[in-house]
DNA sequence: TAATTAACTTTGCTTGCTCAAAATCAATTG
DNA sequence: CAATTGATTTTGAGCAAGCAAAGTTAATTA
């Protein structure tokens, strides 16, 4: 059995995984997202190696072997199960949740995981819509653009927050835009660097304003590619 | 913080903690709890002592200081509130729970705790008829005898059963043993070491034969004591 | 090409927890 | 009272994980 530790670098090598497929993810980011010193990350991700579980190349970095990726896929699959029973059953607010998750996802069993799983419907995203990856490993991939990239004025609902910081998460909750909601677009000013939004809340037009930074942290689906 | 490792001891110290108040438990009957060596246990409390969560007198065994005894019984609140979840909203078989709670019991959060035990409407008692300790760390204790000691004939009502194995409490399951259960002791056989009991179960009376070792297990409420 | 710099690895050390085996103590037995 | 025995403690060692600081490497700058 791989232990917590091993479980949560292996979590971090999978969301940190750089776009490009054939790229390796660099120690200094690793060790930044595990939250140790980067000759701790060296030594254990040799050990993880030894386990067949990453592959490491001094110098280059480290990537998931298929069995690590099915590892990680797991503790995925746990974190993002419970945090959506943390919220829908046990009633916590979503902004708390991530915390909450980060340890219960280490101690759940596979017959408890499967009551969530069941009580819940088999959900496909979790409370701040990231993609909840199946049993057998599977993440059902999105298609989705950011409020950075997409059109302007047309109607879009938001899919997934990409920050999961408590503080973040409560103003998002307050400016109403949490995952489902419908948006547009209004504008983008290449000099403020902002974007400005359309929200619609209890039957009325609320506009707000957030930086091209911001803008990035939210993935929004388009109404016409729904169909 | 206490690790999860102290949490158990200071859990087992409390739960073996010999009926006498004025005796100590010995390291003996402490290191079988927690399953460790003597020498582990040994080296262990002296740590926790050094914390001044325990007494050590070597040679002599462990006690709890009042500030041990709070951690302890704040362990076992967790525990017991997390059980109670797991069969009565989580749908698990009280049988499977006590192994699933020993993790558990070291990630909840005091918020999700708090969730918890308002879902449940602030139980007193868990799946196996255990008394749940309140926040504040006071233990309700219910008077109870055992099946062994109550007397012949009169209607009781099972209150507590007091070994958690998952074979065990199958067994206890199929009889209709379980907390709650109203049943009488037909006879008691010195010879043959058994209790006979009547079990009421869906209208019809059933018999069942079980030893002393196993009626020690059962603590029972008089039905006359109830008022 | 040589020097600088940033990223990475190595080394040595610490802490928490554990075991096996040897040593010690205290209670009982002869 | 001496010897035996059972419980307990001590000792020596190991493993997993971590940090700080020193040493390497490779890319960039001059
Ligand atoms: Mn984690
Ligand atoms: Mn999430
Ligand atoms: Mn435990
Ligand atoms: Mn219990």
């Not at 980067?38 to 298929?66: C, F, K």
């Not at 290449?190 to 993935?219: C, D, M, P, W, Y």
């Amino acid at each position: 059995m791989a232990s917590r530790t091993i479980e949560n670098y292996l979590k971090q090598i999978y969301l940190s995984r750089p776009a490009d497929e054939t790229q390796w993810l660099t120690m200094g980011k690793l060790s930044a997202a595990v939250g140790v010193t980067p000759g701790t990350a060296t030594s254990m991700v040799r050990a993880i190696s030894d386990a067949h579980l990453v592959e490491y190349e001094p110098r280059a970095g480290v990537r998931l072997t298929p069995a690590g990726e099915q590892l990680a896929l797991h503790v995925l699959r746990r974190h993002r199960l419970i945090e959506l029973l943390l919220v829908q059953v046990l009633g916590l607010d979503w902004s708390e949740v991530h915390e909450e998750a980060e340890e219960l996802e280490h101690v759940v069993s596979d017959r408890l995981l499967a009551r969530i799983d069941e009580i819940l419907q088999h959900p496909a995203f979790d409370p701040h819509g990231d993609p909840i990856p199946t049993a057998g490993g599977v993440v059902r991939s999105q298609d989705c653009c950011t409020l950075l990239d997409c059109p302007l004025g047309s109607p879009t609902n938001i899919a997934r927050i990409l920050d999961q910081s408590a503080d973040f998460l409560q103003y998002v909750n307050q400016c109403g835009l949490l995952p489902g909601a419908d948006i547009r677009v209004a504008s983008r000013n290449h000099q403020a660097q902002t974007v400005e939004l359309l929200v619609i809340k209890r039957g009325e037009n609320h506009v707000v304003a957030i930086s091209f930074a911001v803008a990035e942290k939210f993935l929004v689906q388009m109404y016409d590619r729904k169909k």
